[in-house]
């Protein structure tokens, strides 16, 4: 069976169909290559939500045939369901496989032999499974394209992403795939297809799998997650599932990595507020602060509905993270528009921005869109936005000196080898006093800030809190 090496590209949905490719692949009876040079076949797996995106794997895959020419590569992923044929042109490309094919990778590797030149039969995919015969009619491509209607995709790639802020400390498991919502400007929709949900006997069967393994805090993730169990017979709501988890379940801590703003309602922040056991923690993006151009991005609320989400969370919860990603420059913005989102983030208690520059996605209703804003401004807006947010950033850490937190350890930091970063439940990164194992829970009091940390120093381990996060010994 061949040797593979998985390069991953792009955000955590990306990443966790990447571990669930290893997975079968590995059970398959394929290897695990350490490095790339030593793989038989290199999996490169895409994202497309930017053009920087495009480009970075455009790169990256010109270096892998640069290093090694013998070496054949599988793209795949969102940019190769979204521009296969571009893809295929690149030297070096052997297949390129949508995600409406992604699961079939393994099927793919398991009739490879080490060694085996050439590009697979497609005796193995039928005829109709390749890209319209109209692309392919000209002259013989010179890499195999694998891709279909991304809408009749059914499966959902799940499995436990180990990596990231931590190195395995804090393992994501991607619970929902796909979207049916329309953003003007987002192509996800197109390279992913459906909302489409884990079980939740399958959620809860590798949340304790994992909580068996040792691991203290999960973090959920998807494309939509507010989306999760509408597609399920029967129905389940995504509320309906955390409590299953707290039900079912040992893990000791769950973080929530993004919900949509309309999706958070009083009833999932009582949830939040009701135990220690889900993270302080919402991640709500929110692409604009002025209405004009929420109703262009066909977004489904306005300023003042996100505002109130955001009370909602304040009410309850007065310490919590509250994130959000902003986009810069979506076409037709004015300097009025801008200003109005900057006013709108000033006035809310955010804790930290993501902010991205607009890009345009070939087959969004925002591409067609007149009055594109130039890359100058664009750029300068973001860079205002990225300002305020390290703003609002450094203000969250201030107000927190001086409290006691419990926090999560992660993996020690070689260039620092006298303390120990780690996480709290809302979202602060810290620096604790000493060297400590990484996946330990530690209660510390926070004493200065200090770049994007927290200096903090260790009252006690808190080692001796059960499952439900009270003290044992209290």
Known sequence: MPAFYIQQFGCRATQADGAALERQLLLRGCTSAPDSSLADIVVVNTCTVTASADAQARD???????????????????????????????????????????????????????????PLSSALFPLSALAPASSLASATPPAEILVGDIF????????????????????????????????SFCVIPFVRGKSRSLPPENVIRELQKLSAAGYREIVLSGINLGMYGRDLSPRVEFEDLLRHILDETAVERLRISSIEPMDVTRDLVELFASTERIARHFHMPLQSGSDRILAGMHRWYRAEHYARRVELIRERLPNAAVGADVIAGFPGETDEDHAATLAFIEALPFTYLHVFSYSKRPGTSAAALLHHVPGAVIRRRARELRALGERKAVAFRQSQTGRELRVLTLRQDENEPSTTPALSSHYLKLRVDGAWPPNQWLDVRAVNSKNDCLLAEVLGSGECYDSKMTCASA
């Open 60 to 118: 990256a895959i010109r270096k892998l045939h640069a290093a090694n020419p013998a070496v054949r590569v599988i793209v795949t992923g969102c940019y190769a369901q979204r521009a296969p044929e571009e893809l295929s042109r690149l030297p070096g490309v052997a297949w390129v496989v949508g995600n409406s094919h992604k699961p079939q990778i393994p099927e793919l590797l398991g009739s490879l032999t080490p060694g085996r030149a050439g």
């Open 152 to 183: 009749e995709q059914k499966t959902l790639l799940a499995a436990p992403v180990f990596g990231g802020e931590g190195h395995h400390t804090r393992p994501t498991l991607k619970i929902q795939d796909g979207c049916n919502s329309r953003c």
